[in-house]
T-cell receptor, first 107, second 117 residues
């Protein structure tokens, strides 16, 4: 399974865009990039996923580099409720969760 | 049900006792996953089911841990002779098909908080 690296923590001002990077340099051709988040004491919540094209949904946008070795999750207008741990995952079968990025949205 | 249901939500047990944790996946979801999360830590993969079979048991931390799934639906995670280090939140997830196929997401339950005293 491909491994990912993410910054341990990030801060973002409320109302600003939050850009969360993820490196996955060993990703293989058939592996997708998934993003989940976990708000304190809750189960992880799906955000978005993609293969090689950029994706957008009501929650976020996912930008994947052309070589697929890294990606960025964008929360366009962060709110206090977006404070959570964000996990970037790439896997063809088992979803191995790394430590993620702890995003703190500040008022 | 509307989502993945886990029971009990909380379990306190004495060291050395056996415990069973239950997961009811979303109806029709063929893939089911168990994870555990120790306090302040990330998610640790335990086991994965496709239907009733478990192609990957690599994450089970010891032979005290076992899991089964019957009828392609409910799954039970059993921990025998519990130890204090087993204390964690045990999370279950299900998906319509095997993850990694790219067009399906996994839904998580709220977990069972296990405390071994």
């Amino acid at each position: 399974d491909a491994k990912t690296t993410q910054p341990t923590s990030m801060d973002c001002a409320e109302g600003r865009a939050a850009n969360l990077p993820c490196n996955h340099s060993t990703i293989s051709g058939n592996e997708y990039v998934y993003w989940y988040r976990q708000i304190h004491s809750q189960g992880p919540q799906y955000i978005i996923h993609g293969l090689k094209n950029n994706e957008t949904n009501e929650m976020a946008s996912l930008i994947i580099t052309e070589d697929r070795k890294s990606s960025t999750l964008i929360l366009p207008h962060a709110t206090l409720r977006d404070t959570a741990v964000y996990y970037c995952i790439v896997s063809s079968r088992n979803f191995v969760f790394g430590p993620g990025t702890r995003l703190s949205v500040l008022p | 049900g509307a989502g993945v249901s886990q029971s009990p939500s909380n379990k306190v047990t004495e060291k050395g006792k056996d415990v069973e944790l239950r997961c009811d996946p979303i109806s029709g979801h063929t893939a089911l996953y168990w994870y555990r999360q120790s306090l302040g830590q990330g998610l640790e993969f335990l086991i994965y089911f496709q239907g009733n079979s478990a192609p990957d048991k690599s994450g089970l931390p010891s032979d005290r841990f076992s899991a089964e799934r019957t009828g392609g639906s409910v799954s039970t995670l059993t921990i025998q002779r519990t130890q204090q280090e087993d204390s964690a939140v045990y999370l279950c997830a299900s998906s319509l098909q095997e993850w990694g196929t790219g067009w399906t997401e996994a839904f998580f339950g709220q977990g069972t908080r296990l405390t071994v005293v």
